[in-house]
């Protein structure tokens, strides 16, 4: 629902918010009430100790202010209870009761000052039992303030005061459309110096230069754009995700029609040519993990790795390879042995350099597959996540092939760094001179994936006979043009329902748009959504139908913004404006439509069963485009099966279950031969 609007500004909670943390508190509330009520009875005419007088009188008062913060408390909790997300209408008493309980807190803490100030008297000598339970008090009553303060300032909008004037004087009609637009150009530029504090408050570990400064502001101008046409608070955005999920899965578990089912059915030499490119991923898969170094190695081996890289990586620093950037006591050098299983003499070149737009990356030659490989490394610091979400669009020209294409701003950047290095300091050329006859490989993934991609298409004119395999790359990474180019020589893996292939301003937008639609037109109230939703992910069962508006309605009907979701957007969506006026779908949008490079690789979960300390899940691969990616799909697995360790484990599976398929055919052949 609108933030709650309190002391004239707006807040990041909602006033069906105090729901769970009221009733919480209640709970704590009533203990301690009965508590000090026994106490009271019990020791009712026994306070004739030293300083006994002011106990009397202290606990009758904390008795009374008690019963009032729990009258309180429970007028609160049940107002908040009433209506539902989009309509605030019978939760409208709700500031005034909110005020009453911050009332309360003066008396609280003044209580709690006296309480401290008696405990800690050395003249009080009566029972211990009763000392102790004042003590109980005391801290009890610093604590429920000091959470207080903290929940205060977590949900305090440094820009509650414009949004709430903002919003107040778009209702009225009689407001010049300058001086709203001045309103909302004010906004805007306080919002984004709002999101650049955030993220130089986040990034104050790290030594910024004039690359991080322009980044600072080009993401903060992302997030103020994303998040500022819509009135939703935290809570609200959870309940959306819990209903897309449930609904999602509802759809899911619909049978399919049988010419969806044909249509994944993959011919024979499409099969063939999965299984030998799957078997080329699950290769190397390894090298793209490698390239996270120890983090990856300790990560897959918690128990083992220190040990193993503590025995062998304190010796010298081989000298054969050239190495850039920090690698203390050679432990990811040491991890990268490890986990590729290649010699010291088979690098040509490592870097661990690491800053925004210039990423790790590793050249080695592979003996095995006679390929000179080019491993990226994916996300795992700060600077990866800033290159990350430098999400504009840049033009890409490549002479003799396209006119021009768009491309990720900050991967491209990161992809142009590793490019100069193995042209201009002659990597390539030093790693050809010793295998002349191998043929060039380039891996990543997640970011490494990305950025091995586009530096794919900036070396494919050099080198005609590269590929290149991008695991779980970024979903908003190429335009349509290039990424059909990128067809012949990459090839993608995602695996599930990993959220960064499916990761792109556009379907961030579409899931703004479901998020809005849901939960504005959902009738049941926000707690029941958030307890049902939780017993849901975590003990699983049926998806709960929630009624909605929407249920009932026409497609037609379905493309028009109902009034409820206009209640939550501070001004016009792009995505309903595009939805109302087709002239909008003609021009160039912000942030254009890119997709994932080259053929797609989708692997699924076929089957799982679960045992005492381990799964045992059965994949599927198939060929795909990028069309099934254009949705962000909401899932408990949407992080995890992003994770490089998931996707080399499906990856494995996969290419052992066809070696041991070549296997069995092998053996029929020849016993239908002897035959």
């Not at 006033?15 to 009875?41: K, N, Q």
């Not at 609160?76 to 909110?98: C, E």
């Not at 890289?309 to 000298?319: A, I, Q, S």
């Not at 999400?391 to 760094?417: M, P, R, S």
Request: aromatic share 10%.
């Amino acid at each position: 629902m609108p933030g709650l609007v309190v002391f004239g500004r707006r807040w990041a909670i909602g006033s069906d918010d105090f729901v769970l943390p009221g009733a919480f508190e209640l709970l704590v509330r009533l203990v301690w009430w009965m508590g000090i009520l026994a106490l009271y009875a019990v020791h009712k005419g026994q306070f004739n100790c030293p300083g006994g007088g002011l106990l009397h009188s202290y606990l009758l008062v904390l008795l009374v202010l008690l019963a009032a913060i729990i009258c309180a408390l429970s007028a609160l909790v049940y107002v908040s209870m009433q209506g539902t997300i989009s309509n605030p209408g019978p939760r409208k008493s709700l500031p005034k009761l909110l005020y009453t309980r911050l009332f309360l807190y003066l008396p609280e803490f003044i209580w709690a000052v006296v309480g401290a100030v008696w405990v800690s008297d050395s003249s009080v000598h009566c029972e211990k039992t009763v000392i102790n339970a004042i003590i109980g008090t005391v801290i009890a009553s610093w604590v429920i303030i000091i959470f207080t303060i903290i929940g205060v300032v977590i949900v305090f909008d440094p820009l509650g005061g414009k949004k709430t004037f903002y919003l107040t004087n778009s209702v009225n009609r009689n407001l010049e459309s300058s001086q709203s637009g001045q309103l909302l150009y004010n906004m805007k530029n306080t919002a984004t110096r709002v999101w650049e504090k955030r993220i130089r408050l986040l990034c104050c570990c790290i030594v910024q230069d004039d690359d991080h400064r322009v980044a600072f502001t080009s993401i903060a101008e992302l997030f103020r754009t994303y998040f500022s046409d819509t009135d939703l608070v935290p809570s609200d955005i959870a309940a959306g995700l819990i209903l897309l999920h449930q609904e999602q899965d509802k759809m899911e578990s619909c049978p399919k029609e049988p010419e969806e089912v044909l249509c994944h059915s993959p011919s024979s030499l499409a099969t063939d040519d999965l299984d030998v490119e799957l078997e080329s991923a699950a290769h190397y898969m390894l090298f793209a993990a490698a390239a996270y170094g120890w983090p990856y190695y300790v990560y897959t081996n918690p128990f083992t790795a220190l040990c193993k890289l503590n025995g062998d990586c304190c010796g010298n620093r081989p000298t054969d390879s050239d190495i850039t950037g920090s690698d203390r006591h050679n432990f990811h050098f040491g991890s990268i042995l490890k986990i590729t299983g290649l010699q010291y003499r088979d690098f040509i070149h490592i870097s661990f350099h690491n800053k925004i737009y210039e990423i790790p990356f590793f050249v080695a030659l592979d003996h095995k597959k006679e390929a000179i490989v080019v491993a990226v490394r994916g996300t795992l610091s700060f600077e990866d996540i800033l290159t990350d979400l430098s999400a504009d669009c840049e033009d890409l020209t490549l002479e003799d092939v396209l006119e021009n294409g768009f491309v990720h701003k900050g991967i491209t950047q990161a992809a142009n760094y590793i490019y100069r290095k193995l042209i201009n300091d002659g990597i390539l050329n030093q790693a050809f001179t010793i295998a002349p006859e191998y043929k060039l490989v380039i891996v990543g993934h997640s970011l490494g994936g990305g950025t091995a991609s586009i530096l794919a298409i900036m070396l494919r004119n050099s080198f005609p006979t590269l590929r290149c395999y991008a695991f779980s790359p970024p979903g908003g990474l190429l335009s349509k043009s290039l990424a059909d180019y990128t067809k012949h020589f990459i090839v993608s893996v995602i695996v599930g329902k990993d959220l960064v292939a499916r990761l792109s301003m556009p379907n961030m937008e579409d899931l703004k748009r479901r998020i809005v639609r849901i939960v504005a037109n959902c009738n049941k109230p926000k707690y029941r959504i958030l307890l049902r939703g939780c017993w849901y992910e975590v003990f699983g069962g049926d998806p709960d139908n929630f009624p909605t508006e929407l249920d009932g309605r026409s497609q037609d009907a379905l493309t028009q913004p109902l009034l409820a979701e206009e209640s939550l957007m501070v001004h016009r969506s792009p995505s309903y404006s595009a939805l109302e006026d087709e002239s909008h779908l003609h021009s160039p949008p912000q942030y254009p439509h890119l997709y994932l490079p080259g053929r797609i690789i989708h692997i699924v979960e076929e089957s799982s069963s679960r045992r005492l300390c381990s799964s045992d899940i059965k994949y599927a691969a198939r060929w795909s485009n990028e069309a099934v990616f254009s949705s962000i799909l909401i899932s408990p697995k949407m992080i995890t099966d992003h994770m490089p360790d998931v996707v080399l484990k499906a990856l494995n599976s996969l290419s052992q279950e066809h070696g041991s398929c070549i296997s069995c055919q092998t053996r029929e052949c020849n016993t239908t031969n002897v035959v």
